[in-house]
């Protein structure tokens, strides 16, 4: 076996920043019409809920890079993996209590 593969010899942490990146600009451009095209589809006796539900939706978006980048971050600079890995458990919580939310 040749010591080339992208994850033995540690090439895999420079495309870390960039797929995090991509992966962010996609879900913003599904996350935003979907935001849109539920509050044009709801009744005018259902605002308050439409509004907060939009607000909600938009602060997600805002958090998501956010905790996404210091995960990565933790990745890509992995040294103490004991402790590293606890601290990425607790940053996973925002994303995912983030859209449980939304949802």
């Given at each position: 076996m040749s010591?080339?593969?992208c994850c033995r010899s540690g090439?895999?942490?420079?495309?870390?920043g960039p797929c995090m990146v991509g992966a962010y600009c996609v879900f913003v451009?599904?996350?935003i019409p979907v935001c849109?095209?539920?509050?044009?589809?709801q009744t005018?006796?259902?605002?308050s809920r439409r509004v907060g539900?939009?607000?909600?939706?938009?602060?997600?978006?805002?958090?998501?890079?956010?905790?996404?980048?210091?995960?990565?971050?933790?990745?890509?600079?992995?040294?103490?993996?004991?402790l590293q890995?606890?601290?990425i458990r607790i940053?996973?919580?925002v994303p995912v209590y983030g859209i449980c939310s939304v949802c």
């Open positions: 010591g080339n593969y090439r895999w942490r420079h495309y870390l451009v599904v996350v849109v095209a539920e509050m044009v589809t005018q006796q259902t605002l539900w939009f607000v909600a939706g938009m602060l997600v978006v805002i958090t998501l890079p956010i905790s996404v980048w210091d995960i990565g971050f933790h990745l890509y600079h992995y040294t103490n993996p004991p890995r606890h601290i940053l996973w919580m």
